[in-house]
């Protein structure tokens, strides 16, 4: 079975540290960007990062930018989103993605989410 599985979420309080890792099973992240979406119900999906197969490009979305560090390891075939000074706004499902690269839009292959909770 090809997929990605997200894990490391889970619930803590504001300020407090996650970090989520996209583990893929079935192929290697080698040849793949890496993007983590995330989505609270009643508003879009929104994109929060992007690093390159390299792992020498990375883009982050204004509302994490300074507090939330993503990297790869290709030897354990994993992605990391490093979540630092969570806010309550930062509660929702992330997913992970893995596409040919940041730049375009399509996407060969989905993760199933994990939740993170931030409260006050």
């Known amino acids: 079975q090809v997929q990605l599985v997200e894990s490391g979420g889970g619930s803590v309080q504001f300020g407090g540290s996650l970090r989520l890792s996209c583990a893929a099973s079935?192929?290697?992240?080698?040849?793949?960007?890496i993007a983590w979406f995330r989505q609270v119900p009643g508003k879009e999906r929104e994109g929060v990062s992007c690093?390159?197969?390299?792992?020498?490009?990375?883009r982050y979305a204004d509302s994490v930018k300074g507090r939330f560090t993503i990297s790869r390891d290709n030897a354990k075939n994993t992605v990391y989103l490093q979540m630092n000074s969570l806010k309550p706004e930062d509660t929702a499902v992330y997913y992970c993605?893995?596409?040919?690269?940041?730049?375009?839009?399509?996407?060969?292959?989905w993760g199933q989410g994990t939740q993170v909770t931030v409260s006050s």
């Open positions: 690093i390159s197969s390299s792992g020498g490009s990375t």
């Open positions: 993605a893995a596409k040919s690269r940041c730049s375009i839009e399509r996407y060969d292959y």
């Open positions: 079935g192929f290697t992240l080698d040849y793949y960007a």
